[in-house]
């Protein structure tokens, strides 16, 4: 089975600039996440989506943070502009959101890690 | 979510068992416990849950307390390759987010 699918996997942008990142969920799964870890800390969930609807998205940055999930499938996170605080690693993640008696597990991607200068 | 609390770091030497103990004091009874580990570049990665009974993958063994204020994550032969961040984590399954801590830093040594 494919894992979750990100790019690109490194970036360096200056200050101000945009960039977007792509996430392939694994086929199937209906839930899908973004994540920011920044170094020395956990990840910390910036949006998830249920199909292709907004579930959470109240950590997200919205005056500079944008994601989208188009037909339910992939989806895309943008920072416009990127400030030196963003430099992190997006993690995408996706789950197949079972019911809630077996447990839902998260499967993540290997992330995009971000350097802002 | 309940919080958790984790020791910082941990070392154990290679061919050992480690076992990471995680303190959720203010659990509820239909929360769920949640291990996963982050390998140095990588994603975090699922290693087990349970709810109030032991448990036991192929992986390792999660033992939750008869109060299930507390829990361990056993992993019965520690590899080189087990050196990662363990994080616990409490959430109502359902839900399908899991909120982070800062975890256990676990080195394993020859």
């Known amino acids: 089975e494919a894992g979750v699918a990100q790019s690109p996997r490194y970036k360096i942008i200056e200050k101000r600039q945009s960039v977007a990142f792509w996430c392939n969920p694994i086929s199937g799964h209906a839930t899908l996440y973004w994540y920011q870890q920044i170094l020395g800390q956990g990840p910390k969930l910036l949006i998830q989506f249920q199909n292709n609807g907004v579930v959470d998205d109240s950590q997200l940055p919205k005056d500079r943070f944008s994601a989208e999930r188009l037909k339910g499938v992939d989806s895309t996170l943008k920072i416009q502009p990127a400030k030196l605080e963003d430099s992190a690693v997006y993690l995408c993640?996706?789950?197949?959101?079972?019911?809630?008696?077996?447990?839902?597990?998260?499967?993540f991607g290997e992330g995009s890690w971000l350097t802002v200068v | 979510d309940a919080k958790t609390t984790q020791p910082p770091s941990m070392d154990c030497a290679e061919g050992r068992a480690a076992n990471l103990p995680c303190n959720h004091s203010t659990i509820s009874g239909n929360e769920y416990v949640y291990w996963y580990r982050q390998i140095h570049s990588q994603g975090p990665q699922y290693i087990i849950h349970g709810l109030k009974n032991n448990e036991t993958n192929e992986m390792a063994s999660l033992i939750i307390t008869e109060d299930r204020k507390s829990s361990t994550l056993i992993l019965p032969h520690a590899t080189l390759r087990d050196t990662a961040v363990y994080y616990c984590i409490v959430t109502l399954s359902g839900y399908s987010t899991l909120t982070f801590g800062k975890g256990t830093m676990l080195l394993v040594s020859p």
């Open positions: 993640a996706s789950s197949p959101a079972e019911d809630w008696i077996s447990g839902n597990t998260i499967y």
